[in-house]
Structures are given as C-alpha cells and as structure tokens.
T-cell receptor
C-alpha cells in the first residue's frame, strides 16, 4: 500500500527566501505525482503535475522535481511571498487510479 | 480554472436529517472522487467512480452513499446525519490517463 510522507510538517520563513518542500513515497510504481496548495477551509488548487517519465516541471516561481527510483519529489519555491502561505500537499497516482495524499506541509511566509 | 462545483459550501444540520452534498463538473471527466478531511488533518478517500453507473468505496469507511447517473454529477448522501459526520467533504475529478485532478471548493458540514 502506497504511503506518502511530507517533511517538514510546518515551515516558517521570512519573505524573499527560497525554500524546498519534500515528499517521499514508498511505492515507486506511480503514473504521476501532483502538488497542490490548500488555503484554510478551502479546496485544493493544482500547482504542478509531473508524469512518471518526467524529471521536473516548472510554473512561475515553482519548480517540482521527481526521482521515481528513490521515491522522492521536491517542490522548490523561489523568492517566497506572504501570499504563498498555505498548506502544500503532494499526491501520487498509481495503477489503482486513486490519489494518495501526504499530510501536507504548512508554510508561513512572514512579511 | 477548474470547472468543478460543490454545493452547499457550508451546511449546519440537526442529527437524524438526510442530506445530499452536490458535486458537478463540466469538463467531461470520467473519474470522480469524494474525500473527507477533518480540520488540520489529511485527506481520506471515501468514494470514487470510474464512470456512469460505477461507484466504489474508498479507503476510509463511510456511512455515506454516492451515485453516478450522469457523467457530470456525483452526489453524496447521508441518510441520517450524526455529529461524527462533521467534517469537510471535497469532490475531485480527472480524466483517464496522465492528467491533473481538479478539486471543488469543498462542503463544510456541521451536524449538531
């Protein structure tokens, strides 16, 4: 059974700092990995999708990498802003077609 | 912008009432999902559907039921609400293949 772990559980940084969020998974037989953002009391917003054949994806200040063989993905946020404060979730999708989520990293960017 | 909608956004209801949470998507996606999330906690899959007339139970046992009569519509029903059902319910959809999953804004349910 796939297990997804996100470290750290919470992170507080000053505005402008570059940061890395980590996601690890136990079963490397995934089709893709997706990063989401969740604001308090809201639904999930898709940030980046990395297919199993890809190594990384970029969108604006966000860059996600995937190392399937080692069961790891990272989300890099450049020049963080207070508006980036949210919980970031990663989820894997395998043959069962179900998304398996980590518990998330709660990010606070201080002005 | 994802075209997946959940109604109501917030619902406070008394114990024993029957409720239906609505989820609709206009993207023509074949797969739809319901997740349950308690405040500050992880998402748990409670139901999913691979297409019309297909429904399956998820990893977390739930007293709710779902139906998929139309591609775009995946309602969740609780026949008799209890305080233990208080939670946020999130609906998602995606198309078969390597595609993104999109989520609705969620329904926050409180049973008093």
């Amino acid at each position: 059974k796939q297990e997804v772990t996100q470290i750290p559980a919470a992170l507080s940084v000053p505005e402008g700092e570059n940061l890395v969020l980590n996601c690890s998974f136990t079963d490397s037989a995934i089709y893709n990995l997706q990063w989401f953002r969740q604001d308090p009391g809201k639904g999930l917003t898709s940030l980046l999708l990395i297919q199993s054949s890809q190594r990384e994806q970029t969108s604006g200040r966000l860059n996600a990498s995937l190392d399937k063989s080692s069961g790891r993905s990272t989300l890099y946020i450049a020049a963080s802003q207070p508006g980036d404060s949210a919980t970031y979730l990663c989820a894997t999708q395998g043959g069962s077609e179900k998304l398996v989520f980590g518990k998330g990293t709660k990010l606070t960017v201080n002005p | 912008e994802a075209d997946i909608y959940q109604t109501p956004r917030y619902l406070v209801i008394g114990t024993g009432k029957k409720i239906t949470l609505e989820c609709s998507q206009t993207m023509g996606h074949d797969k739809m999902y319901w997740y349950q999330q308690d405040p500050g906690m992880e998402l748990h899959l409670i139901h999913y559907s691979y297409g019309v007339n297909s429904t399956e139970k998820g990893d977390l046992s739930s007293e709710s039921t779902v139906s998929r009569i139309r591609t775009e519509h995946f309602p969740l029903t609780l026949e008799s609400a209890r305080p233990s059902h208080t939670s946020q319910y999130l609906c998602a959809s995606r198309q078969t293949g390597v595609t993104e999953a999109f989520f609705g804004q969620g329904t926050r349910l409180t049973v008093v």
